[in-house]
């Protein structure tokens, strides 16, 4: 059974910084791409950013380039996100997930709240 469990989320200020977790089990993870998905208020899902089973190639979306970092422990089964320079926008629910869209296996999420 696919298991996903995000944490690290928080109440930071702008231009804070945050590194969010997510455990995974239940499959081969180092055989996935994974992606991390956010939800904000009154919005619909929106990817973020994706990274290769390997790790050796990343993508962004335009919001987040230069200020987020994605990366993975394929030893530990542990998907990352480093988030610097954080906005108000970029508060939401991160999930993880292995799925194209709509991305129905997710976790729980982790909430990232930016606010002075």
């Known amino acids: 059974q696919v298991q996903l469990v995000e944490s690290g989320g928080g109440l930071v200020q702008p231009g804070g910084s945050l590194t969010l977790s997510c455990a995974a089990s239940?499959?081969?993870?180092?055989?996935?791409?994974m992606v991390w998905v956010r939800q904000a208020p009154g919005k619909g899902l929106e990817w973020v950013s994706g990274?290769?089973?390997?790790?050796?190639?990343?993508y962004y979306t335009d919001a987040v380039k230069g200020r987020f970092t994605i990366s993975r422990d394929n030893d530990k089964d542990i998907l990352y996100l480093h988030m610097n320079n954080l906005k108000s926008d970029d508060t939401a629910v991160y999930y993880c997930t292995k799925d194209n869209p709509p991305y129905n296996t997710r976790g729980p999420g982790t909430q990232v709240t930016v606010s002075s």
């Open positions: 239940g499959f081969f993870f180092r055989r996935y791409y």
């Open positions: 990274i290769t089973s390997t790790g050796k190639e990343t």
